[in-house]
């Protein structure tokens, strides 16, 4: 689709325009600033460089906003956004480039997505991008498991959450101003394991609602920039939208000029 994406694939990031194998990314362990250097535990000092963090507090106010179900404000460094969006950045261009997704009934969402591991279309998931240009889309990368591992670990504060949870797919989802989530279920996964969320760039009104309906009740959080949100156990499935983007409150420092990245690592419970 040849639609502009503004703040994200037409915006040249501070570390280039590196692919999402980059070795910055990939491998190692213990940097402050690195992808596979974030957080692991459960103390409260030490885990990355307070200059690296925007928000050492926010990070501290981890809660559980319904059973299974937290929001850790502030646990990716800004240094760890940015590789994120120039990875992001890097499938947003292929091998399946980012797109509007249509839906059944001729509607196009606003928001823009391209998928990592497995392709989602609605309601099914595939290796091939068969409602983009049929590419096979690109493999999902280790490093990323390790990062939903310890997004676990440190979501549920048990050093054994993340044990065996191997994400094999991510939607990564890019807003504009105004684009917007409706309320839905993610449900064509055949696993209970958690979804693990993490976003960049603008803050959003995150709704988390209920497993039953798309309506009350609901509870409406800020996720900010660097925030991280584990939906698992009795709430894996359910009802979750975006109601609205807050433009302009991002920091560029993030790699993002604009908009609102958001990243959903599941695990699809398919083979092949
Ligand atoms: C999603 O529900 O797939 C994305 C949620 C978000 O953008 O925070
Ligand atoms: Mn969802």
Known sequence: MSTPLP????FEGPAGAEGPGRPGVSGGHGGSDRLDGAVDSGESGGRHSPADDQSPDRHDSRREI???AVHVPGWLTVAQQRELVTACRGWARGPAPIRHTRLPRGGVMSVQTVCIGWHWQPY???RTADDVNGARV???PVWMVDLGRRALVEAYQDSAAGDGYTPDTALINFYDDQAKLGMHQDKE???G???VSLSIGDTCV???GNTETRTKPYTDIELASGDLFVFGG??????HGVPKVRPGTGDPASGLAGGRLNITMRVTGLDG
Do not use: I, K, M
Request: charged share 25%; proline share 11%.
């Open 7 to 10: 703040g994200f694939e037409d």
């Open 66 to 68: 319904a059973p299974g």
């Open 124 to 126: 099914a998931y595939t």
């Open 138 to 140: 690109a493999e999902f």
């Open 189 to 191: 996964e055949r696993s």
């Open 193 to 195: 394991a958690p979804v």
């Open 206 to 208: 995150f709704r988390f």
């Open 234 to 239: 009795p709430s894996r499935f359910a009802y």
